[in-house]
């Protein structure tokens, strides 16, 4: 298997595996992606790489967003990036996976380049925030701008995760960044890609979206709940909902191998009986 990492235009992380012959595969990564230090390093390759064994037969970039985000980044502009990668790298049309912010950013880029995009998967993402999201991500915001990066990793791990793991783990982790002093290696990442994250409303653009589209969650998402989900999936045409029950906002990481091969089986061209989760 191929592996190359590193940084494009020398400001933007991303990591290359697979089979480099394959059909592209673009992976647009979550709002964990503003928390990186350090430049992209093997460790985290070899963990992408089994986090997406299921494409090894596939050119798959995970493409994180620039560091030092511009002030007042929207989800659309960041899409406008990442067609901007795609073209540079060749990639169109490539089959997109995102994640969580990654999965706003995917709609617009679905809406806005249709040409560069074959198939989207929208994992752990709606077409807005649902109101416990909205305080949720604003308080992130608030301690993110205040220095407050212990309290900021305990809570993101408690409104994300799956079953014990909301109320173990938060504690741990709020004394291991405590004690090893964390911060991120762009702070002013994390809160614009908040505001990102709060203000994108893609409702009046679904309709523009002709990319068969598969919106994965789970059905315990305390940020985009339910309701949310549906709205997204009811506005793109041509679209399918896998819910996982009982899994919260955490699915591509709790359950990636059940999340990843249901969206194989999506891109493959499988439909119906054989997508339920």
Known sequence: MDLDYGMLAGRRPYYRFGDTGGDPLLVIPGLSDAFQRGDPN???????????????????????????????????DMAAAYATVVDEQGLWPADVIGVSLGGLVAQYLAADYADYVDHVAIVSAGSRLGGHGENAVKQWRNWAGKGKWADVLADTVRETATGSEQTVVPPFVQFAGRFANFRPEYPSDVVVSCTATLEHDAREILGDIDAPTLVAAGDSDSLFPEPRLRELKDGIDDSTLALFGGVGHDLATSQPRECNGIVRRYFDGFRGDGLHP
Do not use: Q
């Not at 997406?52 to 050119?59: G, K, V």
């Not at 798959?60 to 007042?72: Q, Y």
């Open 42 to 76: 093997r460790g985290t390759a070899m963990m992408l790489t089994n986090l997406y064994r299921e494409f090894a037969d596939r050119d798959v970039w995970v493409v994180g967003r620039r560091r030092h985000l511009p002030v007042g980044s929207s989800t659309r």
